[in-house]
């Protein structure tokens, strides 16, 4: 069974920390994404990695930076946390190109709060 | 600015009608669509995706329609059932990776 596992579930830091998210996939994929989910917002893009030690950002990158050191782990840290940065923290996977139906596996998450 | 809209935060519908929810996007370069669900404390997961080239795809319960020339698609859901109850994105294929739409609730009662 194809999973992405998220390192936590829930986090509680505070202000001005470095956070790191990680996630790991056991899927081979190359692509990983780091996505964000708030109300009203649906889910937007933070930076995306095509491969190893490569990088790309996406739509709201400021105040996040992301690391992918192996293949099948791409972290994502925040260099120092602040309280817009509470949130709902996806990670996904998918092939490359996306080859068939299922685009992108999702991580379960990790709830993010900054006080 | 948004790309991919749903312009319905929430939809309440009664168990075995039809649920219809609405996605609206305004980039005419997407060309393949997808609907995703979303359980409490899980991630998001696929359900049914639609190319640019057809107009309807069909997957048992679930049937996506895209007006391409509308700029709009839908997913139909019959009948709809407890369990459909969830967060629905729709999202759409750029350059290798996704634009979601806001989410839409849509709660199914018994």
């Known amino acids: 069974d194809v999973k992405v596992t998220q390192s936590s579930r829930y986090l509680v830091k505070r202000t001005g920390e470095k956070v790191f998210l990680e996630c790991v996939q056991d899927m081979d994929h190359e692509n990983m994404f780091w996505y964000r989910q708030d109300p009203g917002l649906g889910l937007r893009l933070i930076y995306f990695?095509?491969?190893?030690?490569?990088?790309e950002k996406g739509d709201i990158p400021e105040g996040y930076s992301v690391s992918r050191e192996k293949k099948e782990r791409f972290s994502l840290i925040l260099e120092s946390a602040s309280t817009n940065q509470t949130s709902m923290y996806l990670c996904?996977?998918?092939?490359?190109?996306?080859?068939?139906?299922?685009?992108?596996?999702f991580g379960s998450g990790t709830q993010l709060s900054v006080l | 600015d948004q790309q991919v809209k749903q312009n319905s935060p929430s939809l309440s519908v009664q168990e075995g009608r039809i649920s219809i929810l609405n996605c609206d996007y305004t980039n005419s370069m997407f060309d393949y669509f997808l609907w995703y669900k979303k359980y409490p404390a899980e991630g998001p997961t696929f359900l049914i995706s639609?190319?640019?080239?057809?107009d309807k795809n069909e997957d048992g319960r679930f049937t996506v329609f895209l007006n391409k020339s509308a700029k709009h698609l839908s997913l139909h859901i019959v009948p709809s059932q407890p369990g459909d109850s969830a967060v629905y994105f729709c999202a759409a294929d750029y350059g290798n990776k996704l634009v979601f739409g806001a989410g839409t609730i849509l709660r199914v009662k018994s």
């Open positions: 639609i190319s640019s080239i057809k």
């Open positions: 996904a996977s998918s092939l490359p190109g996306f080859a068939g139906d299922e685009k992108l596996f």
């Open positions: 990695s095509y491969d190893v030690k490569m990088k």
